[in-house]
């Protein structure tokens, strides 16, 4: 069985740094592309990149390019995301979840970033 | 990359059908046949409904079905059940693995 087990929720102070995980299991980590995916409170989903474990090749949004990085390490079957300096508008819902052909077929369960003073 | 455009609510009455619209451009929808459909409950992660325009994956009822014309793809709910009660939301790839979502629609069974 396919799953991504996301790493716990974070209450963070803006300006601190944040590395949120994403573990996949039930099938070859290496040979599927991970995207991240971002959900404001109340708000729609945001494509925000992706990563192919197998090579780090990695891909970012536009809109998200130069605030986060994403990076995974395929000995453990692990992706993340990560921030150097959060900010209040990072609060939000942040989904992994399993890329191919455009569509994400399997999802984590989410992690909440809470970015509060 | 500009979000799709999908109506922000819909509804229908449980045993009706309702459609939700998903326009995009040339650059994604219209130039891909690679359309997806993703359903979200209150407090869940999305599920994938509909993928590659039409295909369903194992699972979902065949009272959910896509279809694509042009720059515009169409989410289509028959017999609607008080369950179909939850946030739709498009996505198309836009090339270079690059994905793009539409806002979401409040499908509401009244």
Redesign the interface.
Do not use: T
């Given at each position: 069985e396919v799953q991504l087990v996301q790493s716990g929720a974070e209450v963070k102070k803006p300006g601190e740094s944040l590395k949120i995980s994403c573990k996949g299991s039930g099938y070859s980590f290496s040979s599927y592309?991970i995207?991240w995916?971002r959900q404001m409170p109340g708000k729609?989903?945001?494509?925000m990149g992706?990563i192919y474990p197998g090579d780090s090749d990695t891909?970012y949004?536009?809109?998200f390019q130069g605030q986060v990085t994403i990076s995974a390490d395929k000995s453990i079957s692990t992706a993340y995301l990560q921030w150097s300096s959060l900010k209040a508008s990072d609060t939000a819902m942040y989904?992994c979840?399993r890329?191919a052909?455009?569509?994400?077929?399997y999802?984590?369960?989410?992690t909440l970033v809470t970015v509060s003073s | 990359?500009s979000?799709l455009t999908q109506p922000p609510s819909a509804s229908g009455s449980p045993g009706q059908s309702v459609t939700i619209s998903c326009a995009g451009t040339s650059s994604d929808v219209g130039g891909?046949n690679?359309v997806?459909w993703?359903q979200?409950h209150p407090g869940k992660?999305?599920?994938?409904m509909i993928?590659?325009v039409s295909k369903r994956?194992s699972g979902v009822p065949d009272r959910f079905s896509g279809s694509k014309s042009g720059n515009t793809a169409s989410l289509t709910v028959s017999g609607l059940q008080a369950e179909d009660e939850a946030?739709y939301?498009c996505?198309?790839?836009a090339g270079?693995?690059?994905?793009?979502?539409?806002?979401?629609t409040k499908l509401t069974v009244l």
């Open positions: 592309w995207g995916v729609g989903l945001e494509w992706i891909r949004s536009p809109s989904y979840a890329q052909s455009g569509n994400f077929g999802w984590g369960q989410g | 990359q979000a891909y690679y997806s993703y979200q992660a999305p599920k994938l993928y590659e994956p946030d939301y996505s198309s790839y270079s693995n690059a994905v793009v979502f539409g806002g979401g």
